[in-house]
Structure formats: C-alpha cells, structure tokens
C-alpha cells in the first residue's frame, strides 16, 4: 500500500515564508509525477504545482513567481517552498502523486491528508 505524508504547514504573517515537504512510502515502482493542491475556505480544491519525473514543472498562475516546486534528492519526496505569503493562499495543503504500484498494473493517482497553511494580514 502506498501513503503520502505531508509537513511543514503553520500559520505566518503576510510576507512570510513556509516549506511544505511531502514523502511517499510504500510498495511503490515508479513515480510519474508529484504535485500540491490547495482547498481554501468555501472553495474547490486546486492545482498549485506539479512536477513530472523529467523535470517539467506546472505551476497556478496565482502562485508564479511566489512558488517553488521540487523533488528531493529522493525521488519520492516533493517540495513546495512558498515565499511572499498571502491572505489569499490560506489553504489546506493536499500532495499529490501519479504512483505505479508494485502490485499494480496501471498507475494511479494518491493523495495525502493535508497539512494547514494559514496567512495572516
């Protein structure tokens, strides 16, 4: 079985900085890719970066500029470095990865529990 666990959300003034971190674990083959999205309140969770298993890298048009998406050394862990905070980026924080199970044939999309990230003005 496969699981996402995610780390490093807190509350920050406006301006402020913070480092998400998420690590998959499991019986795992490969990674296609990994990503962040983002529910904020009353709102329809969102794609904030993803980024594949060559390197290519999307990222929300809101958060350009702002944010850096990542992989570790360890292909099984992504970054999210978020710089110049908002109000406006108050979220739960989702991982998200595209995993090749090794007892499955297909690979398939897997999500982490969430971690807070709160902006205060």
């Known amino acids: 079985q496969v699981q996402l666990v995610e780390s490093g959300g807190g509350l920050v003034q406006a301006g402020g900085s913070l480092r998400l971190s998420c690590a998959a674990s499991g019986s795992i083959f490969s990674i296609n890719a990994m990503g962040w999205y983002r529910q904020g309140p009353g709102k329809q969770r969102e794609l904030v970066a993803t980024?594949?298993?060559?390197?290519?890298?999307k990222y929300a048009d809101s958060v350009k500029g702002r944010f850096t998406i990542s992989r570790g050394v360890t292909k099984n862990i992504v970054i999210l470095q978020m710089n110049s905070l908002k109000p406006e980026d108050t979220a739960v924080y989702y991982c998200?990865?595209?995993?090749?199970?090794?007892?499955?044939?297909?690979?398939?999309?897997?999500w982490g529990q969430g971690t807070q990230v709160t902006v205060s003005s």
């Open positions: 980024i594949d298993n060559i390197g290519s890298i």
């Open positions: 998200n990865a595209d995993i090749l199970g090794v007892t499955i044939s297909a690979a398939r999309d897997y």
